[in-house]
C-alpha cells in the first residue's frame, strides 16, 4: 500500500496562504498521478487537486478552489506541493494526498494522519 506523508498545515488568516506537501514513502512518485484530497469534521470527504505523471496536466476536482489553489510536482525531489492562495473558512480541513498510476485517483476517506489546514481570524 502506498504511504505518503503531508505535511505544510496550519493556522492562517482568511486570505492568507499555505503550501502543502505531499511526500513519498519508500517508493517514487513519478510515475503515478497524485490527487490532494480534504475532508472536514463532519463532512464526506472532497477532491481539490490533481497532477497527472504523464505531463503534468492538473486538474481541479472542486471549482471552489480554482484560481486559487495550484498543483506541482517536483519528481526530483519525490514531493508532489499544492499552493493555496485566498484561503477562506470553508477550507478548513484535513488535507491528504493520494496517488495512482491510472490517472487521477478517486475521492476516498482520510487513512493516514494528513495535515490540518485551519483558516481562522
Known amino acids: 500500500q502506498l504511504q505518503f506523508v503531508e505535511s505544510g498545515g496550519g493556522l492562517v488568516q482568511p486570505g492568507g496562504s499555505l503550501r502543502l506537501s505531499c511526500a513519498a514513502s519508500?517508493?517514487?512518485?513519478?510515475?503515478?498521478?497524485i490527487g490532494w484530497f480534504r475532508q472536514a469534521p463532519g463532512k464526506d470527504p472532497e477532491g481539490v487537486s490533481c497532477?497527472?505523471?504523464?505531463?503534468?496536466?492538473?486538474?481541479s476536482y472542486t471549482d471552489s478552489v480554482k484560481g486559487r489553489f495550484t498543483i506541482s510536482r517536483d519528481n526530483a525531489k519525490n514531493t508532489v506541493y499544492l499552493q493555496m492562495h485566498s484561503l477562506k473558512p470553508e477550507d478548513t480541513a484535513v488535507y491528504y494526498c493520494?496517488?495512482?498510476?491510472?490517472?487521477?485517483?478517486?475521492?476516498?476517506?482520510?487513512r493516514g494522519q494528513g495535515t490540518q489546514v485551519t483558516v481562522s481570524s
Open positions: 493520494r496517488g495512482s498510476p491510472h490517472g487521477c485517483p478517486g475521492v476516498a476517506p482520510l
Open positions: 497532477i497527472t505523471s504523464t505531463d503534468g496536466s492538473t486538474y
Open positions: 519508500g517508493f517514487t512518485l513519478d510515475r503515478l498521478a
